[in-house]
């Protein structure tokens, strides 16, 4: 079992910055894909960035050249730093892992944190 606690959401005023962090533990070094996700209000989830434990990364067209993905696996941690932020950046914000290669670019993703607030005003 895989536990994933997410932290480093906050409020920020548009084209700030903020990191998230992803502490993984029980059968993290298991996994082999490790995403960001993030549902806004009244709207679907959606994935925001990806990485394998190969360190190769994909982005959703809307945070590419904004948003970079990173992993410390000697420390079990996933990061998301958040350039440029904008209003409609604001969503919760979640971390996922899966030791399934084939689920990287997808939704199924079977272990799952809580999730972090993160909120960009205008």
């Known amino acids: 079992q895989v536990q994933l606690v997410e932290s480093g959401g906050g409020s920020v005023q548009a084209g700030g910055s903020l990191r998230l962090s992803c502490a993984g533990s029980?059968?993290?070094?298991?996994?082999?894909?490790r995403a960001w996700f993030r549902q806004a209000p009244g709207k679907e989830r959606e994935g925001v960035a990806t990485i394998n434990t190969h360190g190769f990364t994909s982005y959703a067209d809307s945070v590419k050249g904004r948003f970079t993905i990173s992993q410390n696996n000697a420390e079990n941690t996933l990061y998301l730093q958040m350039n440029s932020l904008k209003p409609e950046d604001t969503a919760v914000y979640y971390c996922?892992?899966?030791?399934?290669?084939?689920?990287?670019?997808?939704?199924?993703?079977?272990?799952w944190g809580q999730g972090t607030q993160v909120t960009v005003s205008s």
């Open positions: 996922a892992a899966d030791p399934a290669f084939r689920v990287c670019n997808s939704p199924d993703y079977n272990y």
């Open positions: 029980g059968g993290w070094s298991s996994t082999y894909c």
